[in-house]
């Protein structure tokens, strides 16, 4: 009879001592899954939040006809070519950028423009 009860004793500490690493355990697991949320929740509202104006702005000043000249890519196509115009009018100096500046019927409207009297100019240069 006394070593059923001490049987008994031992099952019952084995379990409650189960138990308890069971709950020690399952506790840890939450709480690291909370935490491990949190800092993605921080992470997340960091990105959504700047730190600083300049990471969000954008510098709308833009560029001054002495900055140097403009580069246009896809300046043979139609509004490549209309926005290479339309810098000229402003007086911008520009640098457009075509695929063969040896085929005349897409470039010529282009080297044009540097004869209409506008207050900008074109040059081109080949880029693929």
């Not at 921080?42 to 833009?62: C, I, L, R």
């Not at 043979?76 to 810098?87: A, F, K, N, P, Q």
Request: proline share 2%; with cysteine; glycine share 8%.
């Amino acid at each position: 009879m006394l070593e059923f009860i001490l049987l008994s004793l031992l099952a019952l500490f084995l379990t409650v001592w189960l138990w308890i690493d069971f709950v020690q355990y399952f506790v840890k697991g939450k709480k690291e899954k909370e935490e491990k949320e949190e800092k993605e929740e921080k992470e997340e509202k960091e990105e959504e939040t700047p730190s600083s104006q300049s990471d969000t702005e954008v510098s709308m000043t833009g560029i001054t006809k002495t900055d140097g000249p403009v580069a246009v890519t896809g300046a043979s196509g139609y509004i490549g070519s209309r926005v290479v115009e339309d810098l000229m009018q402003q007086g911008y100096e520009v640098h457009a950028c075509v695929r063969d500046k040896s085929n005349g019927k897409k470039v010529d409207h282009l080297l044009n423009l540097n004869g209409q009297g506008l207050e900008g100019s074109v040059q081109l240069f080949e880029a693929d």
